[in-house]
């Protein structure tokens, strides 16, 4: 059995900064041994452990789409040592991942359904995983409405720009991009904070699922929005944070009551968290 | 399984000069015991109540390597981990309690699991013989016989010693702790009259534990109630009171098992390590954000008792993760008693 410790080694390919305040960028990875790049199966949701040799590793969502081949995108933001670290890192750099790690968003359950998702500020990387996931040719006929909110506080902190301008033309799915505020004369979209737009918005929880991802308060005030329109505890998603340093359910430390948020999650439904210990 | 006898002197002799493993017996240094692997300048002392350290960096060091890599852009596959070689020899713990064996079991289900296999905790596991000695006298914070164990309990071990004062009336369980055995010269077949010597021996063992009021614990009301009324009874201030954070239960405990994993570079090497951890200090949760989910004492304390007596048992459904082998109780610092505090959480 291969070391569930050892990182594949990985070159960065390409840095994109993202934000205007540059504290988030994302990394374009490519494998170093096709081998690897085989062995890494993983589905929107899941994360990885970033490895940089010397200074350690962090978990960080994925953010590419196992649609999108030969490559991972990672957008991170600069908070501690390693993320620091990997901000001053350049183009062609090694560093190394480890992963798939953890569950998925519920991809079976979420066939044949209305998928509603919800982002906020830079939580929105695994969220962007599934989207680009969904509108693939091959899988966008196993959903039916793909419906975004997404807001940030200002635009220049939105994720993807380009990404969310395509989307927003395109007619096989709904896109509403909202800033808490902007003095922007031309800002075409929506402002308000994402509780008030997704109570706007969402008019129906029928055979719907919701991904929410987002900081706490947005999460916080988003969660009675969706209950009042209808959505049942188990079909709100929500995708958890935690310290972690193993990232396979061993080092004891991202625990919520009995289950690991490395290895149970990142991925629970508001129906599960609600049956362990409010402790995240 | 089969019996085997030693005069004492033969057997400490056996131990010393037995071929093919790495021997770890007993030692008295200073004021405590603690196990070290034999040899002519170290003499096995079995007259020990139990180690004040655990046995459990024999298999899960307190610090290991785990990989290596470069960081000098020159070098090939500079940034790139590698495993660092490592050999894992035939090793034998004798004279191991049967509490600190059970432990092994506990902790197994953490490192061994279907999804993923721990590689070094794993392979010197596997290399490992454990010979017990089972406690013809439990001491006051013993409460093994509680928690699913006994002083001559047999779980995890593949021989246990009786001692009968002069001789140590061998029980073979396994076949690999009949390899070891066979490897110590001068053993004999027992007379039936030192079986049943070994057998009043162990019950006297089992009653003197069991009259022990102190090891009263409502293990089957705390199991019943759900998680979450445990988590939220009013009770954590008060029982988070004492404690000083310090961490010694989780450094002494057999069955703590979470670690931490940091990168050290001296030049142009670096090691990745893992080190034993404690859910005792703060930075444990901490996030590179600022938040943490156990940021206050009394969630700490909680998590630790919470983990041991309920998280566990729901997840595994077989027993606490604690093996009563009472090292907690007989060090903290405070004088917490994971005894009492199961029971005022059972309440």
Redesign the interface.
Known sequence: MQNPYLPYPVRIEEIIVETDDKSLRTFRLRFLRPEHEKAFKYLPGQFAELSVAGKGEVPIGIASSPTEEGYLLFTINKVGLVTSHLHNMKEGDIIGIRGPLGNTYPWERMQGKDVVIIGGGFAFTTLRSSIIYMLHPENRPKFKKIIVVYGARRPGLLLYKEELWEWEKRDDMEMHITVDGTDDPDWKYNVGFVPTITEQKIKSADNAIAIVCGPPIMIKFTQPVLEKIGFPPENIILSLEMRMKCGIGMCGRCNIGHKFVCKDGPVFSLAELQQLPPEY | MYYKIFDKEDWINGLHKIEGYKVFVPVKENYYHIFLPIDKDITPDFSFHNTKLSPKSIIYPQSER??E?V?DPEQPD????K?VPKEFPSQAVVGIRPCDAHAFQIVKV??D?P?????WWTKRYEATTFIGLGCNRPRSTCFCSKVGGGPFNEKGLDAIMYDLGDRFLIKVITDKGGDFIGGIKGGKDPQDRDIKEAESIKEEAEKEINSNININMNLQELAEKP??AV??APIWDKVSFPCINCGICTYLCPTC???????E?YKKN?D?IRNW?S?MFPI??????G?N??AEKF?RVR?RF??KL???V??YGDGVQCSGCGRCVRYCPTNMDIREICNIMAK
Request: proline share 4%.
């Open positions: 785990m990989f890599f960081v500079a940034y790139v981990l495993e953490n490192f699991n999804e993923y296999k721990d590689p998680i979450l988590f939220d098992w979470c670690f931490d994993i940091q990168d570079v670096g990745r951890d859910c444990f949760t901490l996030h590179g954000s938040h989910p156990r969630r998590q919470m983990h309920k998280y566990y729901e997840k």
